[in-house]
């Protein structure tokens, strides 16, 4: 049981905007920022999003993220086939002093 | 070329011990924290220790607390994590990562090692 919920899949077809939730506490997402991970099969985790809604360089602007209070979300807008891949939340939790992972969502371009 | 690279993995019996290590080239090691994180096989990205520059402030998940130990040679440009008393449920692929921001920061990992992989077995 992670201590971020996310839903285990989302699905959408190609051009569309989809979007991936995170809910926490306030120990954690409340308190703290939000990143975003991106992982293909087989590799290692990518940096999408940090600090909430800022992306590194070298991330399309089609990816976005968001925070309100203890919940937080990732856009993705016109959705390609090469986004198919398991996304990740993650923040660090003040009562943990750890960071904390979502449970991944696997998104599949139909 | 930033790069982390992980070394040590392998194939242990349930109880034993492994030290795995990061080498790091194309920065300066000496800047920034460093996380390990681990996937076990089929399952998602958990978290495993946190150490910052200096080596001087270490965090661990509870899972790993007392078993594990974080290390780092800053002259060597490298990162260690000796694992004791080893479990099944240790079994994984284990990545360093870099703090995204030089200094002690508890910022996003913006850079990962290719992993390596631990296999525990009874």
């Given amino acids: 049981q992670s201590v971020l919920t996310q839903p285990p899949s989302a699905s959408g077809t190609p051009g569309q905007r ?3 939730s995170c809910s926490g506490s306030n120990s954690n997402i409340g308190g703290n920022f939000l990143y975003w991970y991106q992982q293909f099969p087989g590799t290692a985790p990518r940096l999408l ?8 360089s070298g991330v399309p602007d089609r990816f976005s993220g ?27 939790d003040d009562s943990l002093s750890a960071w904390v992972f979502g449970g991944g969502t696997k998104l599949t371009v139909l | 070329e930033v790069q982390l690279v992980e070394s040590g993995g392998g194939l242990v019996q349930s109880g034993g011990s492994l030290r795995l290590s990061c080498t790091a080239s194309g920065f300066t090691f000496s800047s920034y924290s460093i996380n390990w994180v ?6 998602g990205l958990e978290w495993v220790s ?18 594990f130990t974080i290390s780092r040679d800053n002259a060597k440009n490298s990162l260690y994590l000796q694992m004791n008393s080893l479990r099944d449920e240790d079994t994984a692929v284990y990545y360093c990562a870099r703090g995204q921001i030089s200094g002690d920061y508890l910022d996003g990992m913006d850079v990962w090692g290719q992993g390596t992989t631990v296999t525990v077995s009874s």
Avoid: F, H, M
């Fill in chain 1, 49 to 56: 999003i940090y600090r909430n809604d800022q992306r590194p």
């Fill in chain 2, 50 to 67: 946190y150490i910052t520059t200096s080596g001087s402030t270490k965090y661990y998940a509870d899972s790993v607390k007392g078993r």
């Fill in chain 1, 18 to 20: 989809v979007t991936i």
């Fill in chain 1, 66 to 92: 968001s925070k309100s209070g203890t919940s937080a979300s990732l856009a993705i807008s016109g959705l390609r086939s090469e986004d198919e891949a398991d996304y990740y939340c993650a923040a660090w």
């Fill in chain 2, 38 to 43: 681990r996937q076990a096989p089929g399952k």
